[in-house]
């Protein structure tokens, strides 16, 4: 399969990721301004609008109506309930919550922004599966709050970067990690973020990983990123691993 195939606008594509790994169909599909749905083996789906993807999709991830619940515009039976409600002339479901909720724009956007780039993200790991891109196929959700797709395709790529340099500090989601009693020798004090707080005030050397994943409902990365950040600043350590 070769990018003058891939180019075409109206054919629905076929192949491996073996032969065409995922960054590259990803931007083979965004410089042709496809539009469509590319569907992986295992049910994961990325959603394109003339080139720029607006959803990611997994079986192992939360809904969409969860994410967009979390950014306080409804609740996820709200947001189900108006999804199922819609027809085909409707506007998107996206279109409709922020006509109601239109302050809530940018905290939407950041949600969905993060929740498409965790998926692409863990999409990254060298696969063999098979994918199919439907071209023309919509989703409900809405393309209003697209996505760059060169972009985020280069932010996943750097996430996996560092997310090697992690993996050797954090190296499993079974992890513990406890305070550190003292500050480094070289510190006298050091200052905690907002933020950061929610995850240091978890880690009590009996949490692993994922429970921290699980009680924050942040992503892996998010996690595991916070929790070598504090290694590096001396205020964790590993525990006991359970």
């Known amino acids: 399969m070769d990018g003058v195939v891939l180019a075409a606008v109206d054919e629905a594509l076929q192949g491996s990721l073996r032969d065409f790994p995922l ?3 990803l ?21 394109l609008s003339e080139g720029r993807l607006y ?23 709200y947001i189900e309930s108006l999804a199922m409600a819609r027809s085909e002339t409707s506007p998107s479901l996206l ?9 809530l724009a940018r905290r939407v956007a950041r949600m969905l922004y993060e929740y498409n780039l965790n998926a692409v993200f863990e999409l990254l790991i060298p696969s063999e ?8 196929e919509t989703h409900a959700v809405g393309a209003e709050l697209s996505h760059d797709t060169e972009a985020l395709v280069a932010r996943a790529e750097q996430r996996m970067e560092i997310w090697r340099e992690i993996a050797e500090h954090v190296p499993s989601t079974s992890a513990v990690y406890k305070l550190c009693r003292r500050l480094p020798d070289d510190t006298a004090s050091t200052e905690i973020l907002a933020d950061d707080w929610e995850y240091l005030a978890l880690v009590d050397g009996n949490r692993t990983v994922a429970d921290l994943v699980s009680a924050t409902d942040a992503s892996a990365f998010q ?14 350590e590993p525990g006991d691993e359970r």
């Open 27 to 47: 931007r083979t599909l965004a410089g042709a301004q496809r539009t469509g749905v590319l569907q992986l083996e295992g049910g994961d789906e990325i959603w």
């Open 223 to 236: 996690v595991c990123s916070t929790l070598y950040r504090f290694l590096l600043e001396g205020l964790i």
């Open 129 to 136: 599966a098979g994918f199919f891109f439907q071209p023309g």
């Open 95 to 103: 279109a409709m919550l922020l006509t109601a909720e239109p302050q």
């Open 23 to 25: 960054p590259t169909l």
């Open 55 to 77: 959803l990611a999709s997994s079986p192992n991830a939360a809904s969409v109506a969860t994410v967009l619940s979390s950014a306080g515009i409804g609740s996820v039976g």
